[in-house]
């Protein structure tokens, strides 16, 4: 399938069929991706900490306690290259537009985590982000209006996805009509992009080139918009320099969009084949915050990557340095150790300690506002359609692999 | 009853806020404290042990 504007392949990425999860796991493998619970059941009942030399090789915890634990390792633990699949070394390209770019905080390690956190923490403080609310709900009920008289409607494409890149675009104060070059610049870095290191290179780079024009822009005429702020912010007396601000410009595009898109879809797709659960919401609005915590444990979709810097013994294996590990934090939301009857998607669970957002120092800095969304999206939909389920036959598809959420929703109402 | 946070476990998810913000406040950075000397009074119990039982750092703790 050739479907961007560029003319790059965003097919899946092909795998070859997994026999041993515990030894040979693939984060990409079509099972993995639909239904990844019984194969986290499994390891953890027998591996819990697995392994593959797929995709340039990586270890998988599966469990609440080691997951928290790992997550919590710095610095033995970097973070320096969140992403399993890397270019080819000889891949210059993406080595000169990302090694002194990226996109801090997620991809520093203190120091440099520390300030570059600090600098955005700010615009999505609880408070900071109540601010976006009225926005978020006129964008929802816009969008509900385009096609509330048809019937039916792909929840993923024309609604979840819609949502993220322009409260995003709202935040950061550029073009919100960009929307849908935002999401093919997205897809194509944490979609085909995590297997197709060549296509996320690509859009690296025109996400970058897109910026350093914002940022040109904003120094000649500075707005009271976040791209603003950032370049007026100054560390250690210094002003931030100009990639650093389009590397936390590019995080907060790319991991702003992709993660919360996927959660407000997998909250319908939960919906849409749940009766029970949507009629209790639609009874009751008041559990609705509640309710999104519990479908954040149930289908937190962000898998990101560290890398070992010593030799390190771990729960009777061993990480040499260069070994990915895997933030499993969707598979630690399941654990039966750590949740009262896991697998069970209980919207009115009380004791939620889950760790969708990730925990320690890296704990996902746009948590408010991913919430906010998920809120005023899941709670305009449930208003404006109280009953629908998926359409017969619907063929729905998930993304999977370090970002799990539906891409294809067919729902009819 | 008393709420404490631990600022040093604390890493702003604001769990804590969301579910007792009688209780709890936060600052420009989204890190939580008590508000005032974390004294619980009996109606705001619930939100209390809520707050405790959601924090994922394991940063809330209740002192009877």
Request: hydrophobic share 40%.
């Amino acid at each position: 399938m050739t479907d961007t504007s560029d003319g790059l392949d965003f097919a899946a990425a092909t795998t070859e069929p997994v026999e041993d999860w515990a030894t040979d796991y693939d984060i990409f493998d079509p099972d993995y991706i639909a239904d990844p619970f019984p194969i986290w059941d499994d390891l953890r009942g027998g591996c819990p900490v697995a392994h593959t030399d797929r995709w340039q090789g990586s270890w998988l915890p599966t469990k609440y306690d080691d997951v928290v634990a790992l997550a919590r390792m710095v610095p033995e633990l970097s973070s320096t290259d969140p992403i399993v699949v890397k270019p080819p070394s000889d891949d210059t390209a993406d080595a000169n537009a990302y090694s002194t770019v990226n996109a801090p905080p997620i991809s520093s390690d203190p120091p440099v985590h520390t300030w570059s956190r600090r600098l955005i923490l700010p615009a999505f403080s609880p408070k900071a982000t109540e601010a976006h609310e009225p926005f978020t709900r006129q964008l929802c009920q816009d969008l509900i209006a385009q096609f509330i008289d048809r019937g039916e409607v792909d929840a993923a494409g024309e609604y979840a996805q819609q949502i993220p890149p322009r409260v995003i675009a709202h935040l950061l104060g550029v073009d919100p009509e960009r929307a849908d070059d935002f999401v093919e610049w997205v897809n194509g870095v944490l979609g085909a992009g995590l297997s197709r290191p060549e296509v996320r290179t690509h859009y690296r780079g025109k996400i970058r080139e897109f910026f350093m024009a914002e940022i040109a822009d904003r120094k000649a005429n500075p707005k009271d918009d976040l791209i603003s702020e950032l370049l007026a912010a100054e560390i250690d007396g210094e002003p931030v320099p100009d990639l650093h601000v389009a590397g936390t410009c590019n995080l907060l595009l790319v991991a702003g969009i992709d993660t919360t898109w996927s959660s407000i879809g997998a909250a319908l797709w939960h919906l849409a084949t749940h009766s029970d659960d949507r009629q209790l919401l639609v009874d009751d609005p008041s559990k609705l915050d509640n309710a999104i915590e519990e479908l954040l444990r149930a289908y937190a979709p962000v898998t990101m990557a560290r890398v070992v810097q010593e030799q390190t013994e771990f729960q009777g294996v061993t990480f040499e340095p260069g070994d990915k590990i895997l933030m499993n934090f969707p598979g630690a939301n399941r654990d039966p150790e750590a949740f009262e009857n896991a697998d069970v998607v209980d919207l009115e669970r009380q004791r939620n300690r889950h760790v969708a957002f990730g925990v320690g120092i890296h704990r996902c800095a746009g948590s408010n506002l991913a919430r906010l969304e998920m809120q005023v999206a899941i709670g305009e939909f449930l208003k404006a359609i109280p009953e629908f389920h998926l359409a017969e036959g619907a063929n729905v598809t998930w993304a999977g692999g370090q970002v799990r959420g539906p891409r294809k929703l067919p729902i009819v109402f | 009853m008393r709420i404490i946070v631990d600022t040093d476990k604390c890493e702003g998810h604001n769990r804590c806020y969301s579910l007792a913000p009688d209780l709890i406040d936060v600052d420009d950075y989204g890190y939580a404290s008590a508000i005032g000397d974390g004294n619980v009074p009996p109606e705001l119990a619930d939100a209390a042990r809520l707050a405790v039982d959601n924090c994922p750092e394991y940063a809330i703790s209740i002192e009877e």
